[in-house]
Every structure is written in structure tokens, then in C-alpha cells.
């Protein structure tokens, strides 16, 4: 079993920056890979970058490449969502999920935990 908790979100001009955390509960989380997700109203969930258990396999989104940064602290048992250059259409829902697949890590039905999510508002 793990448990996550995720925060960090809040309001910041386009322009700006901000860094979520996933912070999880459970001695065998640094055997998952770790992801976030985003949902904006009226959309929905959509991937956004993932980490392997070691921090040798990352993948982003298109959208976010070159702006965001996943990594991860396995003896803090944290993983960090480092935001820049924030667009006011990143404007969601943040979720992080862990998951013991290193398959399909860009599809949320491939996660097994869920933190309970942080919103980020990027005004323009």
C-alpha cells in the first residue's frame, strides 16, 4: 500500500514558476515509477510526466517539454514537479500516481495510487 499526498499548487502569473510535491507513505516506494496528471474543468485527465523507480526513464508531455522538470527523491520519498515559464492552459487540477508498471506510464488506468490533487491557477 501507498499513500500519496500531493501539494505545492496556487495562483502565479503566466510567466512564473511553481514546484509540486508528491509525497508518499509506504516503505516499498521507491520500487514505483511515479506520475502526474491534470485536469482542467471541463476536460479530461491528461498526462503530464513521469518518473521510473531509479530516475532513468522520464517522459513529459508535449506540452510541457522544455518548461517542466519530474524528479525524485527516493530517501525523502518525494517526487517534484518543478513548473516554469507557466501558461495560463496549464491552469488545472495537479494529480501524482504511483504504480509498480514500468508499461503504458503515460495512461493513468496504468496506476494504482492517487494523491488527492493540488490545484495550480496561472492567471494571464
Known amino acids: 500500500q501507498v499513500q500519496l499526498v500531493d501539494f505545492g499548487g496556487g495562483l502565479v502569473q503566466a510567466g512564473g514558476s511553481l514546484l509540486l510535491s508528491c509525497a508518499a507513505f509506504g516503505r516499498t516506494f521507491r520500487s514505483y515509477a511515479v506520475g502526474w496528471f491534470r485536469q482542467a474543468p471541463g476536460k479530461e485527465r491528461e498526462f503530464v510526466a513521469s518518473?521510473?523507480?531509479?530516475?532513468?526513464?522520464?517522459y513529459y508531455a508535449d506540452s510541457v517539454k522544455g518548461r517542466f522538470t519530474i524528479s525524485r527523491d527516493n530517501a525523502k520519498n518525494t517526487v517534484f514537479l518543478q513548473m516554469n515559464s507557466l501558461k495560463p492552459e496549464d491552469t488545472a487540477i495537479y494529480y501524482c500516481?504511483?504504480?509498480?508498471?514500468?508499461?503504458?506510464?503515460?495512461?493513468?488506468?496504468?496506476?494504482?495510487?492517487w494523491g488527492q490533487g493540488t490545484q495550480v491557477t496561472v492567471s494571464s
Open positions: 518518473i521510473n523507480w531509479s530516475g532513468g526513464s522520464i
Open positions: 500516481a504511483a504504480t509498480r508498471t514500468s508499461m503504458g506510464v503515460m495512461r493513468d488506468r496504468a496506476y494504482d495510487y
